[in-house]
């Protein structure tokens, strides 16, 4: 009985056949004409270079993972991370210059003016690009604080311009006055907490 062995050994790969020196086309041109030697490297066939398959991978996953991720969260908000000093001094000259225009300029509308509104705050984004003032109604009443919010509104280009000019900027800043809701919202439990300590410490004494 004949026994049949299997080899081991690694099979060569396939030679791949050799690519004509010169394309037809640039043939056809080298027996039209007279080509300087030298110059027969322009009219020889390239070689493709074939990367590895998992090369190809790597870089295809790359690419993709370059223009899918995000630089930043979706729910990211520049104003809401540490102010920088630039964005310190930045927002401390805005201060200054809301300041001079309450004391200095003629307010278009009685709403606007310090009496009826509180300068919480101000922000200003990353970029030194955009500022946001924060204010608060000084009323308690439902329709004075309307009031107030639509005459900020109203009145945004024109009191932009004039913090601008009194804060003397070179570059351009987009000014938006933003209601500071939640600092009320923080002050109201504050003083609730105060009041409860102090009803406790009264009762404690009787």
């Known amino acids: ?9 690694a099979t060569k790969p396939k030679k791949q056949p050799k690519l004509p020196r010169y394309s037809p086309q640039n043939q056809q041109i080298l027996d039209d004409m007279m080509i300087p030697g030298p110059a027969l490297r322009f009219f020889k ?15 295809s996953t790359s690419i993709e993972q370059l ?3 995000p630089a930043r969260l979706v729910n990211y ?3 809401d991370s540490a102010p920088n000093i630039p964005q310190q001094r930045l927002a401390e000259r805005l201060q200054r210059a809301i300041s001079t225009m309450y004391s200095t300029e003629v307010m278009p509308s009685q709403w606007v003016t310090p009496g009826h509104v509180n300068i919480r705050g101000v922000k200003v984004s990353r970029n030194l690009r955009k500022c946001r003032v924060l204010y608060e109604p000084s009323s308690t009443l439902k329709k004075e604080r309307g009031n107030v919010h639509r005459a900020l509104q109203d009145y945004t280009p024109l009191l932009s311009s004039m913090i601008r000019n009194h804060a003397q900027l070179k570059r351009p800043l987009s000014l938006k006055f933003i209601s500071d809701s939640q600092a009320k919202e923080m002050e109201d439990v504050f003083e609730k907490l105060m009041a409860m ?5 009264e009762g404690l004494l009787k």
Do not use: C
């Open 67 to 69: 223009y899918t991720t």
């Open 77 to 79: 908000n520049e104003f």
């Open 45 to 59: 066939t390239k070689k493709e270079k074939k990367r590895p398959d998992g090369d190809n991978l790597a870089t």
């Open 1 to 9: 009985m004949a026994v049949r062995f299997m080899s081991t050994a």
């Open 197 to 201: 300590e102090k009803e406790e410490e």
